[in-house]
Each structure stands twice: as structure tokens, then as C-alpha cells.
């Protein structure tokens, strides 16, 4: 299986796009890509939205090799609802429900995305809690899990990708994960390969609390030991927190004892490690910006 994760928080933007493809099926996870609209007060910097346009292009050039695309659900890091839209031509969609375990903000999103696609895929179906084959291929969706720690952000798929040789299985946006049925949907499929969607660090004591964070730690422990782990992807939110390593030391000490990989998707990817919204106040102060600042535009807020 060949894992490719297109664009994430570890490469500078707000992403889990990630390819996929085994001996016979091309899989698009998450086809979206955004920015943060502030942080330390800033909004993105021209790099950042250097970064983003560079990051959609990948994201629309390999969304069209696919012939399985998914969404998770429907924030705008996970799905663009304005361009490109021909990236859902003559494609296999499976898409979060739009109506059933769903905030109101996602339920408008997603009504508003599934008219803007209707005559572009082959077929469209609701994913929650389903099995797929495609030959030898198999996709498994969990049923709906938090977007969290709880339901205000509303609810997202998780996804197990096997082959019949690896599992590769993706969280989605978890932020954790510390929730019970988070973990069980993991931990229960066995997978070799994970990309988790870690904890959302950079509000500390804010929108994210100690115990959830303390939650998540025992989260990924249990990851690490019940599962026959080779690799562990931890990204998205937990890479927009510069002492992510330390937030999560616990995990990567076992992981290291038990032979396990712990790394971000750029490092799982071969690219540098360039957390730009992190280092946004940073980017202000060795570029400054002359002139009129960046305009916000439609894929700059990805979450509420």
C-alpha cells in the first residue's frame, strides 16, 4: 500500500488531505485544505497563502488519479465546496451523513456541498458505520465519533483502508483521541499504520483541557501497545502547539522501546517539518509585510 499525505499542519497548512493506493483502487481522503484565520492575533501570512495555493494544486492533481473520494465531514480543511469541483467526476464519493449525527453549522455545509457536486460523481453514498470492497480492497467507516471531545464541533468518520496485506487506518479530526468509541474503532481493527489527528494543545487550558489532554496521552499508549503498530502519524491540531513532542513525551518513549515510529505526516512524507501557523508571529517578524495586509479568503477559516 502507498501512503501519501498531500497536504497537513506539519507542512504549513490546515490539512489531512492524504492519498492512498493499493494494487487495485486509488483512494482520496479529505480533499480540503485551509488556513487558520488568527492566531496571536495575526492572519495568515503571504507565505502562508503561498503554502495553500501550493498545497490545493497537489491536492487537485491527485484527487483526479482517484476513484474512491472521501470526506469525513465538513469542515473546509477537509473538503472545498467552491473549486475544482470536477475532481468528483465519474468518482465513487462516500461522504459523512449531511442530516444524522451533525451539527447545524456542518449540516448548511454539507447541503450546500452535495448541491454543488450532484451531477459530478458516479456514485454517492452515506458512509457511516459501512464496509466497502473493491476488489481486494476493503474500507471500513466507524460510525460517528466526536469532532473532539465533545459534540459541539459536531461528528466525523473514522477510516481503515486494508489491503489484505496493511491496515492503514485514519482518525480524522479526533483531537485526541480521548474519547472511548475514538479509540475502540482503532484499537479493535489492528491497523500497522495510523494517522491521528492528536491533541488540540495550542488552546491548553482554553477550548482543550488538562484531562483531555491526560486522556489523550492514555489514548495513544493504548494505540501503541494493543495495536501491531509499525508507523504512527500525529498531526492537525497537535502540530499547531511548537511543544508538540512534549505534549505527547510519554508515547513517544514507548513507542521508541517498542520499535514503533512515531512522526509527523511531513516526516512520514520525506519533507521538512514547517509548522507556519506555529511560527505565524515569527513569520511577521523575519518577513514583514509592506503594504496592505492579506485579504481573508473563502478557504481561510477551516473549523466552527
Known amino acids: 500500500m502507498k501512503i501519501k499525505p498531500i497536504a497537513s499542519d506539519s507542512m504549513g497548512t490546515r490539512s489531512m488531505a492524504t492519498y492512498i493506493e493499493t494494487k487495485d483502487l486509488k483512494v482520496f481522503i479529505d480533499p480540503g485544505v485551509a488556513l487558520g484565520p488568527s492566531r496571536y492575533g495575526l492572519p495568515p501570512h503571504p507565505l502562508e497563502f503561498k503554502r495553500l495555493d501550493e498545497h490545493w494544486e497537489e491536492i487537485v492533481r491527485y484527487a483526479r488519479k482517484a476513484e474512491v473520494l472521501i470526506v469525513t465531514h465538513y469542515h473546509y480543511d477537509h473538503h472545498s465546496p467552491w473549486e475544482d469541483l470536477d475532481i468528483y467526476e465519474g468518482k465513487t464519493v462516500l461522504v459523512k451523513h449531511p442530516k444524522e449525527k451533525i451539527n447545524l453549522s456542518q449540516r448548511g455545509r454539507a447541503s450546500f456541498f452535495l448541491e454543488a457536486i450532484k451531477d459530478f460523481p458516479k456514485k454517492l453514498d452515506y458512509c457511516d458505520g459501512k464496509e466497502y470492497v473493491f476488489g481486494e480492497t476493503k474500507i471500513k467507516f466507524s460510525k460517528p465519533v466526536f469532532h473532539g471531545t465533545n459534540p459541539r464541533l459536531g461528528f466525523v468518520v473514522e477510516v481503515l483502508v486494508e489491503d489484505g496485506e496493511e491496515k492503514f487506518l485514519f482518525t480524522s479530526d479526533v483531537e485526541g483521541p480521548s474519547v472511548k468509541d475514538q479509540i475502540e474503532f482503532i484499537v479493535e481493527n489492528k491497523p500497522n499504520i495510523v494517522y491521528l489527528d492528536g491533541p488540540m494543545t495550542y488552546m491548553l487550558g482554553y477550548r482543550f483541557s488538562y484531562k483531555s489532554l491526560e486522556e489523550s496521552v492514555k489514548g495513544i499508549l493504548k494505540i501503541v501497545e494493543e495495536c501491531p503498530i509499525k508507523s504512527l502519524l500525529v498531526d492537525h491540531h497537535l502540530l499547531r ?64
Do not use: N
Open 241 to 304: 502547539d511548537l511543544e508538540w513532542a512534549k505534549r505527547i513525551a510519554q508515547p513517544i518513549k514507548r513507542a521508541e522501546e517498542k520499535k514503533v515510529k512515531i512522526e509527523t505526516a511531513a516526516e512520514f512524507a520525506g519533507k521538512p517539518l514547517e509548522m507556519l501557523e506555529a511560527h505565524r508571529r515569527d513569520l511577521y517578524r523575519e518577513f514583514p509585510v509592506r503594504g496592505e495586509k492579506p485579504k481573508p479568503r473563502k478557504k481561510v477559516s477551516s473549523e466552527e
